[in-house]
């Protein structure tokens, strides 16, 4: 068929068009190309089957020669039923297929890809295969529902559809991967040899004598004592393993000391000690001995128990002739310590034995630290007490016990004489702080009102005190008194 091909005359065509009859492009050979030629092609020419498609469609395609920077008008190329049509707007006359046309066609001779256009009609293979991707091998006209694309020097059947997703064995695993949560990886069970386990370490920076808590893998003994390596882990990693709230507390409060340059005491960090001696998990708990290494080891460690401390701190006032001596001791297991026995710890613990235990307020610290520094010792001339007693003792009997020893227990009738002896009266006073309301729950007895949650007595000039009893549960059938 192809040695017979012949051409419209040269009166019923486009001056520009070359019409190739009862010819498909499937049927492109040499031999036709050179049955049509006008002259001599040389396609020896660097670049000369580098043409690239402009446009490209089922039947149809427009070339260019984008590589050679000559002139070349695009030249088009038009597949019908029983014709071929190309079309260029070179001068040459196109009795017989100009130097453009014999070029593109040689083109589509040599690179099978650019042939793809004249041959995918419904009843294509290929395009019957790639139909069965997107599930639309049954549709009517498939020509209708796909387009043709070069890209990257090669020319793809694409659904006109850009959404149109083909799901096949290859797609089906690129959605799974890109779609599907991360199958975990099977966990290998341990060596059952004697596991680690995690160990806390109060320390002690090496360089800036900063607290520093770390959390360490060890293997131990028969006698479960640690022995080395201890192996250090980050707690940052174990925050996302976890969705206790104690835990994560936990965790997070061990990264507030893991590069810890702070010198001062701070709310902050009693804080993050609050949710460590908490130890959600019960691990258990070191305190490295720094005078023996810097470095921590398994011979520098020792264990120990940490607790939050119920701070009960008491100041008792002896006078002695004209002056008066203020001195201070903690209650800890209902033992009495003198201040300036008490073993301070990194600054926020009281080490008694084997045992830490953490004081949760900074006041609480500070007048601690201030009485050891005194040698748990203050003493005050009895002209200068007064003044102390108002702006000192007073203000810190609000958290703190003090204790009065020179003044004597109230007569029967110096109570009836300020009217303590009378029934107490419980009230609740509400008071604006900002965006808040304050309740301060208060005993009045007489005309003394007292705070419930202070730790006051009364007091009077006259050299008597009262003990007077403190009530912090919720008082029932209380007055109310507001001030706004």
């Not at 609740?428 to 009045?444: A, F, H, K, N, Q």
């Amino acid at each position: 068929m192809s040695d017979q091909v012949t051409a419209h005359p040269v009166s019923e065509q486009n001056p520009y068009d070359y019409i190739l009859k009862d010819f498909n492009l499937k049927n492109l050979s040499q031999i036709v190309i050179l049955k049509h030629l006008n002259g001599l092609i040389h396609t020896d020419v660097k670049g000369f089957y580098q043409l690239v498609p402009e446009q490209i469609e089922i039947d149809f395609a427009a070339f260019s020669d984008e590589a050679s920077g000559l002139p070349f008008p695009i030249v088009q190329v038009q597949q019908y039923p029983n014709s071929v049509k190309l079309s260029c707007r070179c001068s040459t006359p196109k009795y017989k297929l100009c130097e453009h046309q014999a070029r593109v066609l040689y083109n589509i001779l040599q690179r099978q890809d650019l042939l793809i256009f004249s041959t995918v009609t419904s009843g294509n293979k290929k395009l019957a295969k790639i139909a069965i991707d997107y599930g639309l091998e049954k549709e009517d006209n498939l020509d209708l529902l796909f387009n043709l694309r070069y890209e990257n020097d090669q020319v793809t059947i694409r659904p006109k559809m850009d959404a149109l997703q083909p799901f096949n064995k290859e797609t089906q695993q690129n959605l799974q991967e890109l779609l599907l949560p991360a199958s975990k990886p099977k966990i290998k069970a341990p060596v059952k040899n004697n596991p680690g386990k995690m160990i806390l370490v109060f320390g002690q920076h090496r360089y800036y004598n900063n607290l520093t808590v770390e959390l360490f893998e060890a293997q131990t003994t028969k006698n479960g004592k640690v022995k080395n390596p201890l192996k250090g882990i980050n707690p940052a990693d174990l925050l996302f393993k976890t969705n206790d709230n104690d835990e994560v507390k936990f965790y997070s409060g061990i990264t507030t000391f893991q590069q810890n340059y702070n010198n001062d005491q701070s709310e902050v960090e009693i804080e993050a000690l609050k949710a460590i001696v908490k130890n959600p998990q019960q691990i258990p708990f070191y305190l490295q001995d720094s005078k023996q290494s810097v470095a921590i080891q398994a011979s520098t460690i020792i264990a120990v128990n940490a607790h939050l401390l119920e701070v009960d701190l008491h100041l008792s006032v002896n006078q002695r002739d004209d002056y008066y001596e203020i001195t201070g001791r903690l209650i800890i297991e209902g033992k009495s310590c003198e201040l300036d026995n008490l073993v301070l710890v990194h600054q926020y613990f009281v080490k008694l034995n084997n045992q830490l235990y953490l004081i949760g307020r900074l006041d609480f610290l500070r007048v601690i630290g201030f009485f050891k520094k005194q040698s748990n010792k203050l003493i005050l001339h009895k002209t200068k007490y007064p003044e102390f007693q108002k702006v000192i003792l007073v203000p810190l009997e609000g958290s703190i016990h003090v204790d009065y020893s020179y003044l004597k227990p109230a007569t029967k009738s110096q109570i009836e004489e300020k009217g303590f002896d009378l029934e107490n009266e419980q009230l609740i006073y509400l008071s604006e702080s900002e965006d808040y309301i304050l309740l301060t729950p208060v005993m009045r007895y007489g005309n003394l009102e007292i705070p419930v949650l202070s730790k006051r007595k009364s007091r009077r000039r006259i050299n008597w005190v009262i003990s007077l009893p403190c009530i912090v549960m919720k008082m029932p059938n209380c007055s109310l008194s507001g001030t706004f």
